[in-house]
Nanobody, 123 residues
Framework: QAQLVESGGGLVQAGASLTLSCAAS?????MAWFRQAPGKEREYVAA????????YYAKAVEGRFTISRDSGKNIIHLQMNNLKPEDTAVYYC???????????????????WGQGTQVTVSS
């Protein structure tokens, strides 16, 4: 089972940028970012395919966030620009360990999860 470790969270002001990273200790296929704000359900943010050729975003972050994957490595990043207070949440890295062609957007599509990193955006 791959172990996922996130890094890069922090406290920033609205309009600032922040980059999150996630490193997996074992082999993974598709990888993604989810987030969970206080009192809310965990929600999908973005996903990148096994070889990095396909990327998908939730509408709430499209145009502001960019997901990327280091070539040939199980490391992904989430570049977040023009952050808004509503982006405040714990951000989780997730990985699909089973399906090389899969790239879902549901929690159940991913079988390994990191512990999360806090992102707080002040107004």
């Amino acid at each position: 089972q791959a172990q996922l470790v996130e890094s890069g969270g922090g406290l920033v002001q609205a309009g600032a940028s922040l980059t999150l990273s996630c490193a997996a200790s074992g082999h993974t296929y598709g990888m993604a970012w989810f987030r969970q704000a206080p009192g809310k359900e965990r929600e999908y943010v973005a996903a990148v395919s096994w070889r990095g050729g396909s990327r998908y975003y939730a509408k709430a972050v499209e145009g502001r966030f960019t997901i990327s994957r280091d070539s040939g490595k199980n490391i992904i990043h989430l570049q977040m620009n023009n952050l808004k207070p509503e982006d405040t949440a714990v951000y989780y890295c997730a990985a699909d360990l089973e399906d090389p062609d899969g790239l879902g957007s549901e929690i159940d599509d991913f079988t390994a999860w990191g512990q999360g990193t806090q992102v707080t955006v002040s107004s």
